[in-house]
């Protein structure tokens, strides 16, 4: 099979997986119980209940969809293929299905007095997908399945970065158990930061 068939059908995979995740994540937005419900007023009231929910699906949303695009570009830059970079591929989509679940219990618990848990673990899931960026970024590059010395020196960026984020991702996770609300505002702060550079993302030709 050609080189270029090969990452074909990965990043087809990849997409697909990426697709379910964030399928999943609308799963935890419940609609209000209609046992509960007598009113307009009541229905009002049972909505502004579901704006954690909505704010964690949004903001895991916005994770993944970042997560995709990014993936998407570096595919780009790639037309070779080995062993060790479609696992460290397989890695960070294991991160992207596992993401539902602490979007789940950060949009029950985040906000209330029993939120470290549920920020240390969402944090912590934050920390693994960037080891997995770390790793197609080191297996891209030994050997190197760049397309061209400009497309390596992108993923030595990507690579860079990687290891930049892994500290933050790092010292929040630790930091969570004391101050989850100070961290949420920081991890949403980042994914703000990385979706506003993506927006002004300019592709070159490599």
Not at 183 to 202: A, E, P, R
């Amino acid at each position: 099979m050609a080189e270029g068939a090969m990452n074909s059908r990965l990043e087809t995979f990849c997409d697909g997986v990426f697709a379910i995740a964030l399928t999943l994540l609308v799963l935890e937005i419940k609609t209000p119980a209609v046992d509960n419900i007598h009113s307009s007023d009541d229905l009002w009231h049972a909505l502004s209940h579901l704006l954690p929910s909505v704010f964690a699906f949004l903001l895991s949303f916005t994770i993944i969809v970042i997560s995709w695009v990014n993936h998407h570009a570096l595919m780009k830059l790639i037309n070779k293929s080995t062993a060790p970079f479609i696992y460290a591929n397989v890695f960070l989509l294991l991160t992207v299905v596992i993401l539902p679940f602490p979007t789940a219990l950060f949009a029950e618990f985040g906000f209330t007095d029993a939120a470290t848990p549920a920020v240390v673990l969402y944090s912590f899931v934050m920390l693994l997908t960037n080891i997995g960026w770390i790793l197609i970024a080191r297996t891209a590059l030994k050997p190197v399945l760049a397309k061209s010395d400009e497309a390596e020196a992108t993923i030595r960026q990507i690579l860079k970065q990687g290891k930049s984020a892994f500290i933050l991702y790092s010292v929040c996770t630790i930091l969570a158990f004391w101050f989850p609300l100070i961290i949420s505002i920081i991890l949403t702060l980042t994914w703000m930061v990385w979706l506003v550079l993506g927006l002004n993302y300019k592709d070159e030709k490599v």
